[in-house]
């Protein structure tokens, strides 16, 4: 078991100049890394592989296995893996920043591999319920006691049923992964929450990739209880405006700490940090210690199989 005395961040793609999707990783940039978190009171994280071709992902994700084994000081902040994709809607607006010709549906071989490759490290999935026939790969990580969460998403009620039946327990960054205009009253937010009893709902809460307002009525939607925050960092996050990277993708980080693509189409992760979100929850809705404390520690510790 790991220390707990900070907080638990379930989705970092990277932090202060290390991208963990790069295809090299050296081993003295991710210890420095792993110190600034916990300079920052992160106490652990789950580094984040996105979407790529299945080679590049498996790659990258024994890059984070071999610094993990390697070196204690890491294995103590980075606690486990959170591979998100390739299993995911490839829709404009779903796919998000995700490469969408390397988006397919789920099959238990390519998870497999994945699985194989992230060396027991693996601790939640990302999929499109809809995306999983049969809830297959589901019902394959649930039966390992992996967490399976469905992001970049648009199920119907029913296939999000299905899937949490078959043992999918957490939804990825709420109110981002699917476009900028939905439908009013159905729609993948409203579906999401509907279920919220039966779901950890995550959000980012840096108030870019969602609005205070939104935020504040999510969260009391489905209770401090249901839900945990997640920064979505890139290697960017902590260090300012600039250009960065995630995998093969440039990165814009604007004056406001917004995350954009090279065109400024969309979000790319996230500039945020722990600490941040921390101060957005307390100052800009209001949360005291103790709600804060379920959604950046209690939550994620459970979560993360860390309780």
């Known amino acids: 078991m790991h220390a707990r005395d900070g907080y638990v961040d379930l989705q970092v793609n990277g932090y202060a100049e290390v991208d963990f999707n790069a295809d090299k990783l050296v081993m003295e940039d991710v210890a420095a890394v792993c110190r600034r978190l916990r300079a920052d009171g992160v106490a652990g994280i789950l580094a984040t592989v996105i979407t790529a071709d299945v080679e590049a992902m498996c790659r990258r994700l024994a890059n984070i296995c071999r610094v993990c084994d390697a070196d204690p000081e890491i294995a103590d902040v980075i606690w486990g893996i959170h591979i998100e994709g390739p299993f995911l809607n490839e829709a404009p607006g779903y796919i998000g920043a995700h490469p969408a010709d390397s988006a397919r549906p789920a099959d238990v071989d390519t998870m497999k591999r994945l699985l194989d490759a992230a060396g027991g490290l693996t601790r939640i999935v990302t999929l499109a319920p809809e995306r999983d026939d049969g809830q297959r790969v589901t019902k394959f990580l649930a039966d390992q006691t992996i967490r399976v969460s469905a992001g970049h998403c648009n199920p119907s009620l029913d296939e999000l049923r299905a899937g949490i039946d078959a043992g999918l327990s957490l939804f990825t960054h709420l109110g981002n992964g699917c476009p900028a205009t939905l439908p009013r ?4 937010i409203q579906r999401a929450l509907s ?16 609005p205070f307002v939104a935020l504040k009525n999510y969260l009391q939607c489905c209770g401090c209880e249901r839900a945990f925050v997640v920064t979505d960092a890139i290697c960017g996050a902590g260090l300012g405006p600039g250009e960065y990277s995630i995998g093969d993708q440039r990165v814009l980080i604007d004056e406001n700490l917004a995350t954009w693509s090279a065109d400024r189409s969309h ?40 309780l």
């Open 185 to 188: 009253h159905d729609n993948i």
């Open 195 to 210: 279920l919220s009893d039966r779901l950890y709902i995550g959000f980012i809460a840096d108030g870019v990739h969602v």
């Open 267 to 306: 979000l790319v992760g996230s500039a945020g940090t722990m600490p941040h979100s921390a101060e957005n929850l307390s100052n800009s809705l209001g949360l005291d210690k103790r709600q804060i404390q379920l959604l950046m520690v209690e939550n994620p510790q459970t979560i993360a199989g860390e």
